[in-house]
């Protein structure tokens, strides 16, 4: 159903605090909390009474049951049970891996251990950008975020007041989609083209704009850089092009089948011209968000009403179809 | 399941603006909108990624999905994909034939094309009628709809607040049942009775009147004209006779197996000693529809926690049967 | 799936007015209502439409469909159809019998008639004592409910601010159970403690105190009897001990498979000193038993969410493990 041996987003640090933290992902119920300070994750359930970890309360060395006090440690070891001094070997929960980077905080749901460290992210610390992000749920199948993330010929139709701009701009962009084993990216050029208006508040663009959107879908989460600089300014093949430059970072968890979680950040480089911008395009974030949330559940909830039929393919769909080849062969394997 | 080569209510001329409008109609998702002014009728699903179009604008020459801009013709056609110059034969989605008459827009659900043309409601158009409704949406079946309509004997425990008046007179009230192959008439003459409520309200009777009810079920609505006339000024069999008369229209949409859809008016003949009358009718009729609709939810809530059951007949239910019948002789064939 | 042969709680006899009152008792949707002054039951479904009786109107000799009008009284059998002289044999609803004892209205559910008259509860109706109490409703199964009530050691965790207390104390009482074929007594002792902070609120104590707990397990209820007395002034072995003494009913029914009534009286001895302790302790019951639907709701969503999982035994669960011993024996038989 669901690529099992990935890294997956299971929070932002900042969602961690003193209190547990009950989410469900890929159909397993977790309970995210700090042992000592390191981020734990352990499957949400009592081995008692089956009462919800996440109703209880953080303790050293981990959390403890809210019904009838049994303690669990962040391997998921029973280390006390209330009146009683024998604690047999069966009373321990699953426990998760996690790994905490750059302020985020990965998971591993796969039944073997994790093969790889989980991904990095440097732009969230790194001192020459600046972001900020937010949970977004989905009633809608990870793999719609998905298709929608790829094909950003959507930006014209749902996007107008924000990231868009001109519909025409959009579908006619040059555009190049290059693969590997479990990865897609696509890179789409915008020269000489109208700055929408969440740049031109985020930025002091001069006039014209040579736009970009580098888009990379790595099966757990995307990294979406688009930016833009005064129209020939620059090179669009030079990664170290000047103008504005937003590092998106979309984590996208199922919860179930049919829902998910979408963890996004927007990095973005200071300029000194603009204090408020990170501000200005968190807020542009969020409604632009938004929007594909609103027509992508819409989306799902016709293809539930409508049942199955067939769908007519687009060019647009190129780089979607890629991506559900690869969840489909590492859903397989 | 429904009888399929008839003409359905889809809305009401003025539910129909510059906005797409979604509704389900006998289990299929509908998009109803105007195409330079005409009503057109699409299935509600984009063919590309199955976006519902309620979701678009409507564009010349129809309608725009808002998800990757496809624009589609009142015939179901996409006659435009942001992007490619080549449109395939396959990206069209199923029209339904639309007819707008006397405010009223009726659909043609069934597999081939209509046989008839739809029903006319000249009350609507007619200077010596005023009219106002509403749709109501049912948590209920629409033949439980169906029975109540049938059977006034309800006005008396139902309505009495109302059209109902005193039980006694509803149940002993004078009443013909006619039917045909696809209609039923139940007509029931009160005589020298005392005016209910509403129609003291609405019109400045003497005193006692003879009072009038005639039902005919017409498989997809039902025509009412109910009203009364001062006792003895009038022969009750002359259509022509004095007096107050609503002309009620009762379009029956299922929406699903278990909910419907309920468009409703009452178009009175206007009297001036009565200016208001047609808020005051419209006003009654509302809280009368609510009780009928809070009775008729209540009972299928309860016919779905109880399952199946015999139930016992009495006399009332002779009309209610004789439709189930044509319902079900239309719905096999 | 329960216990038929069983006298349940259906009500208190307070929520018996004027009305209908409708509720679903073991999956049945009943009526209850007052036919000249004495409860009465019946199956909630007019034998005619199947509509809800509990939507029609108390009269002599019973209760009146609100659809058709149909009447009946008590036993269920119909004694009016309004627009006919003959009453078929078959039109009637079940009856249930019914009783009501000290302000409770109990009900059998069962297919045979009772065999027993229904319990007394004395202190409902003993001037020494007043009580107070409410129906909750529980969406969770009946039998996580009798768990939670057999093993106070949850009393540390849950209602610490309540009627817990330091949770240590809780686990180490002295603990006795004994077990009937219909019944389990868990007798708790913990002498010399600090009373919790609603027995300090309710009652003058001088210090520390001698407390009891005594549960009784009745298959459809408990009696919890609990209370403190100030240290040594008493025997805790002599039922008319002094001191502070709580008289719990907790009437358990069941309204479907996966959903529960919660019907909770406390009954305490007066003390003049405190003439508001009857408030105060029903205040402290409803929050604390609003502590404990939380976690018990909690708890039957996690186990509906996980599914079958095994559960590891601790030494509190011997007395919760005779009363689901007591309930399946009684659901087979």
Redesign the interface.
Same mark, same amino acid.
């Given at each position: 159903m669901f690529p099992l041996d990935q890294w997956y987003v299971a929070a932002f640090a900042w969602e961690l605090t003193d209190k547990p933290l009950a989410r469900?992902l890929l159909n397993q119920?977790v309970v995210l909390f700090r042992a000592g300070g390191q981020a734990a994750a352990l499957? #949400? +359930?009592c081995?008692? +009474?089956? /009462?919800?970890l996440s109703?209880g309360t953080v303790e050293t060395p981990g959390i +403890?049951? $809210?019904?009838? $006090?049994?303690l669990f440690n962040a391997t998921g070891e029973c280390v006390e !049970?209330? $009146?009683?001094a024998n604690i047999?070997k069966? *009373?321990c929960v699953r426990a998760y891996p996690v790994e905490e980077r750059n302020h985020i905080v990965w998971i591993w749901m796969g039944n073997s251990l994790p093969t790889r460290p989980a991904p990095e992210h440097p732009w969230h610390d790194d001192p020459a950008y600046a972001f900020k992000g937010d949970v977004y749920h989905y009633k809608a199948p990870y793999q719609l975020i998905h #298709?929608n993330l790829l #094909?950003l010929?959507?930006l $014209?139709? =749902?996007h107008v007041k924000t990231i868009g701009g001109n *519909?025409?701009i959009h =579908?006619?962009a040059e555009m190049a989609v290059t693969k590997g084993p479990d990865w897609v990216k696509v890179v789409r050029h915008m020269k000489d083209s109208q700055p929408p208006p969440t740049y031109l508040e985020a930025w002091p663009f001069e006039g014209r704009i040579d736009r970009w959107q580098e888009i990379e879908f790595k099966v757990t989460y995307f990294l979406i850089w688009t930016g833009g600089m005064d129209a020939g300014s620059g090179d669009l093949a030079d990664p170290a092009r000047p103008g504005f430059h937003m590092r998106g970072f979309h984590g996208i968890t199922p919860e179930t089948e049919t829902t998910s979680f979408y963890f996004w950040t927007i990095s973005s480089n200071r300029n000194p011209a603009r204090p408020d911008m990170v501000e200005t395009i968190h807020k542009a974030s969020a409604f632009t968000f938004d929007e594909d949330r609103? !027509?992508i559940e819409?989306?799902h /909830?016709?293809?539930e +009403?409508?049942g199955e *039929?067939?769908? =007519?393919? !687009?060019? =647009?769909d190129a780089a979607p179809n890629r991506a559900r080849k690869i969840v489909e062969r590492l859903t397989e394997s």
């Open positions: 469900t119920p499957a #949400d +359930r081995c008692h +009474r089956h /009462a919800p109703c +403890r049951c $809210g019904y009838h $006090g049994l !049970i209330p $009146g009683q047999p069966t *009373a #298709d #094909d010929s959507h $014209g139709y =749902v *519909a025409k =579908v006619n609103t !027509i819409a989306q /909830a016709n293809m +009403r409508f *039929a067939p769908m =007519v393919g !687009i060019l =647009v």
